[in-house]
């Protein structure tokens, strides 16, 4: 069992910038993503990244201001620039196991979760 750990969450004003960061205790062969879950909203597709750290993709909410990377199977980032107040959330990590077809905003995809990191954002 694949534990997933976050950490780098807390509370910025409008503009500010956080790192969230990401460890795994074991390997994961799949993509590795970043969920974020407003209070009375749905869990939501920040970005992922698949194995290798050759592929990224972001909602569009985010593209050119949060950046998702990797520097091996364990360990996952997300720098957030620019930050509005819309992004405050608690952020997840997610990972799979094994790539899958499944589309990366799809839960399901990832077999492993973290207990999640809060960002507040305040305008």
């Known amino acids: 069992q694949v534990q997933l750990v976050e950490s780098g969450g807390g509370s910025v004003q409008a503009g500010g910038s956080l790192r969230l960061s990401c460890a795994a205790s074991?390997?994961?062969?799949?993509?590795m993503a970043w969920f974020r879950q407003a209070p009375g909203k749905e869990r939501e597709g920040v970005a992922a990244?698949?194995?290798?750290?050759?592929?990224t993709y972001s909602d569009d909410s985010v593209k050119g201001r949060f950046t998702i990377s990797r520097d091996n199977a364990k360990k996952m980032y997300l720098q957030m620039n620019s930050l509005k107040p819309e992004d405050t959330a608690m952020y997840y990590c997610?990972?799979?196991?094994?790539?899958?077809?499944?589309?990366?905003?799809?839960?399901?995809?990832?077999?492993?979760w973290g207990q999640g990191t809060q960002v507040t954002v305040s305008s």
């Open positions: 997610a990972a799979e196991l094994r790539a899958s077809r499944r589309p990366w905003r799809e839960l399901q995809k990832y077999n492993y």
């Open positions: 990244i698949d194995t290798g750290g050759g592929y």
């Open positions: 074991g390997y994961t062969y799949g993509h």
